[in-house]
């Protein structure tokens, strides 16, 4: 039996490294290629489908002829398609073609992500400069989000030294993770790929969801359900709701997240934030408000708090509470003690 020496050891470990790093970067750039591909597939369709929907509901799709053409052909494709197709986003494609008109001015090099921040400026020319030079330069979501915010367009327009600007932008901004725009929340809900695969962080989590789900429709009260990690973008940033459901007696959504650590103030103002975007962009005409329940399932004890709309607290006692879960039942089916051996 030949016995290797330290230095072959040391050569062998040198040869194992250099053949993971190429390894490594053969994978990493296939999967850029993957997405690349994907995201821009996915521009185009959306740049389509935007188009099409501007052709059917021309200037005006709040008017009641195109929010019921967006309510149905939302309805239709989420069915057929997954999320991705609701309202909202149906709104931002055909944002996106009223911005972009011509095709010609979209760059397969830049993703959805860029493009939804790109739409927030307001100023034609800046938004000519930012697209431009994100596609030139290749800036991540974070870095133009950045430029963005940092008013780099003015800043170049301002400064009669504009090579020193765009130098200091070079170094300041962090270089782009791949794992960032592989695991992008827009291309997996195209995909129809679960978006958020690390929400829950254990076994009882999960259980706890599950459990919550089935009893809520099994309690006979008007709960039909409609989402699980329900996705939503506000100012660029993504959101997921543990489950929402609709109640057709109380003519509402019910929007419920679930924390198994100590609740906090940050937690109460995400529920609000939750309750708000629903009530403004979702709620269809003669909804009532939706209504959010946040849930803290702590080993020494069960925590629920209700959230109405801003200015709709009494709304709460004389109507909702009727049909909703009540705070004892909702701390007996979320009994830790029940579930902690899945968690083993």
């Known amino acids: 039996m030949s016995l290797i020496s330290n230095d072959e050891k040391k050569l062998s470990k040198i040869n194992s490294e250099d053949t993971y790093n190429e390894i490594r970067c053969f994978i990493i750039n296939a999967k850029q290629e993957i997405y690349k591909s994907v995201n821009s597939a996915m521009v185009e369709a959306y740049w389509n489908i935007g188009k099409k929907i501007y052709e059917v509901c021309g200037e005006n799709d709040r008017a009641a002829y195109g929010k019921q053409v967006l309510k149905d052909i939302s309805k239709a494709l989420t069915k057929e ?13 055909r944002q996106f073609y009223t911005v972009y008109q011509k095709r010609s001015t979209v760059s397969s090099e830049l993703s959805w ?16 400069f930012y697209t431009n030079e994100c596609t030139k330069a290749s800036w991540s979501v974070r870095q133009l989000q950045r430029q963005i915010n940092t008013m780099y367009y003015n800043r170049i327009l301002a400064s009669k030294d504009k090579k020193s600007v765009a130098q200091e932008i070079e170094k300041n901004v962090p270089k782009p993770e791949y794992e960032s725009f592989i695991k992008d929340p827009y291309v997996l809900e195209f ?7 690390h929400f829950y962080e254990s076994n009882l989590e999960q259980a706890l969801i599950d459990h ?11 709960f039909s359900f409609v989402a699980r990690q329900k996705h939503f973008v506000v100012d660029g940033r993504h959101f997921y709701i543990d489950l929402v459901f609709y109640n057709y007696i109380l003519k509402c959504f019910v929007l419920i997240d679930l924390k198994t650590e100590d609740l906090t ?3 109460i103002g995400q529920m609000q934030m939750y309750v708000n975007y629903y009530t403004r962009e979702l709620m269809n005409e003669g909804d009532n408000p939706p209504i959010g329940i946040l849930l803290c399932a702590d080993k020494s004890d069960t925590l629920v708090k209700y959230t109405l709309p801003e200015d709709n607290n009494q709304i709460f006692a004389s109507k909702y509470k009727t049909y909703l879960p009540s705070e004892e039942e909702l701390k007996r089916e979320l009994n830790l003690s029940d579930f902690e051996k899945l968690d083993d």
């Open 81 to 93: 398609f997954g999320q991705g197709f609701s309202i909202q986003n149906l709104r931002k494609m």
């Open 113 to 128: 992500s860029h493009y939804q921040l790109l739409m927030r400026v307001e100023d034609e020319k800046a938004r000519q």
């Open 191 to 197: 995909l129809d790929l679960p978006a958020n695969e």
């Open 212 to 222: 919550l789900q089935k009893f809520l429709l099994e309690l006979g009260r008007g």
């Open 265 to 267: 103030h940050q937690d």
